[in-house]
């Protein structure tokens, strides 16, 4: 896969990530509020971040996933993290993000998912682009549907998160739509 670039938005700069973020990433991925929503681990213990950057490089490296650190054109403020796991045999990613609790209900998700979506499809050729949200997470539902994914269902208590089964909601775009659309 080509050197991980950087994605420009209005207000957003998506770029590589650098162990210098750990950490922003262990501050910001430690909020349970932002855990509950998402995959990441809680507690997000110390040595955490720094594994997960090295293991995003090896990633990037393989062909099989691109990460993003959010941050705001402003100023280089760290917010957040944006990416795809791609399975190359068969041209489709799983996109997933998470911003840190300041930086909630402001647009900064729905900006940095179409910069990425763009990039999947238009730089990396992906035929298909999905995302699942946990069904409690209706903000990373609404940002989905504001980039124009669709809805494709639910899968029914199918992650067990802090102690109970939750359902996982899942959106999905293809590539002549994301054409379609720009």
């Known amino acids: 896969m080509p050197n991980n670039p950087s994605l420009k938005t209005t207000r957003l700069l998506l770029r590589p990530f650098q162990l210098s973020d750990a950490p922003n990433v262990q501050r910001l991925a430690g909020a349970k509020e932002v855990a509950a929503g998402t995959f990441l681990p809680h507690p997000y213990e110390v040595g955490m971040a720094e594994q997960w950057i090295a293991d995003q490089e090896r990633a990037h490296e393989g062909g099989t996933a691109v990460s993003f650190a959010i941050t705001l054109t402003d100023d280089a403020t760290f917010i957040g993290s944006i990416g795809l796991d791609i399975v190359q045999s068969?041209?489709?990613?799983?996109?997933?993000?998470?911003?840190?609790l300041p930086y909630w209900n402001q647009g900064y998700a729905t900006e940095a998912v179409r910069a990425v979506l763009r990039y999947g499809f238009l730089q990396l050729n992906l035929h298909r682009i999905y995302s699942p949200h946990f069904q409690g997470n209706a903000a990373s539902g609404r940002v989905l549907q504001k980039v124009g994914m669709t809805y494709e269902g639910r899968m029914r208590e199918h992650y067990v998160r802090f102690g109970r089964f939750v359902d996982l909601e899942l959106y999905g775009m293809l590539q002549r739509e994301f054409t379609d659309r720009t």
């Not at 068969?90 to 840190?100: F, K, T, V």
Request: charged share 20%; net charge positive.
């Open 90 to 100: 068969h041209r489709h990613a799983r996109l997933s993000y998470w911003l840190g």
